[in-house]
């Protein structure tokens, strides 16, 4: 198998749904995990009040975030789309959690 083969096969949609696959269990907990992490640690920042009274909230809401991330993760078409919605999210969070704690880019 050649690299454009390779490609392809992260590219197409699995013919069944039978099988979800460890790439696609490993990246829907994992990336799951972090994006509801990141989301919560997010929350913490936008929720007006200190972080003690703040932290509630987002505490509430993890384990369901972690599910909603997760599905919305493994649901998706190819290979290629589950790596995108885990690294991708992640880094979109990361970048907006940076900007608000270092307020700002410069």
Do not use: C, H, Q
């Not at 987002?58 to 991330?69: G, I, K, R, S």
């Not at 599905?71 to 608000?100: E, K, M, Y």
């Amino acid at each position: 198998m050649n690299l454009i083969d390779g490609i392809k096969r992260w590219l197409e949609s699995e013919p069944k749904g039978n099988k979800i696959g460890l790439f696609r269990a490993f990246m829907a907990i994992f990336g799951g995990l972090l994006l509801a992490y990141l989301g919560m640690t997010l929350g913490v920042f936008l929720i007006p009040g200190s972080a003690g009274e703040s932290i509630i909230i987002p505490l509430l809401f993890n384990t369901l975030a972690w599910a909603v991330a997760s599905l919305w993760i493994v649901l998706a078409p190819t290979r290629l789309g589950v790596l995108w919605r885990a690294l991708g999210s992640t880094l979109l969070v990361s970048i907006a959690l940076s900007i608000l704690f270092f307020g700002g880019l410069g």
